[in-house]
């Protein structure tokens, strides 16, 4: 089973820009689907955004659409989520995810149950 570390996660401002990293250990790298997905206190974890095996794939929440993009470097085992012109409701928890298994259309990419491997987390904090 692949082990998924995160970073990049830190303190800035609203309007700013990260770049958080996951990166893979163990399986296959290629052979995974990626999702990032967010956990605020005391709510649901919540899916950002998902990739595909070759990259040619993507899906975003509407809420980031636009802002963020999510990317793989096969060759480096490692995902990665830009994430630019941040606000208030971007921080929490940031996770990234993997699996192996088909998912047909944008609910099952973007539903947690769908993937079997997680991170433990970079945690995003923003001041106004």
């Known amino acids: 089973q692949v082990q998924l570390v995160e970073s990049g996660g830190g303190s800035v401002q609203a309007g700013e820009s990260l770049r958080l990293s996951c990166k893979a250990a163990g399986g296959l790298f290629s052979s995974y689907r990626l999702g990032w997905f967010r956990q605020a206190p005391g709510k649901e974890r919540e899916f950002v955004a998902a990739i595909g095996w070759s990259g040619g794939t993507t899906y975003y929440s509407d809420s980031v659409r636009g802002r963020f993009t999510i990317s793989r470097d096969n060759a480096k085992n490692t995902l990665y989520l830009q994430m630019s012109s941040l606000n208030l409701e971007n921080r929490g928890i940031y996770l990234c995810?993997?699996?192996?298994?088909?998912?047909?259309?944008?609910?099952?990419?973007?539903?947690?149950?769908?993937?079997?491997?997680w991170g433990e987390g970079t945690q995003v904090t923003l001041s106004s």
């Open positions: 995810a993997a699996d192996t298994t088909w998912a047909a259309g944008a609910a099952m990419w973007a539903n947690p149950t769908r993937y079997h491997s």
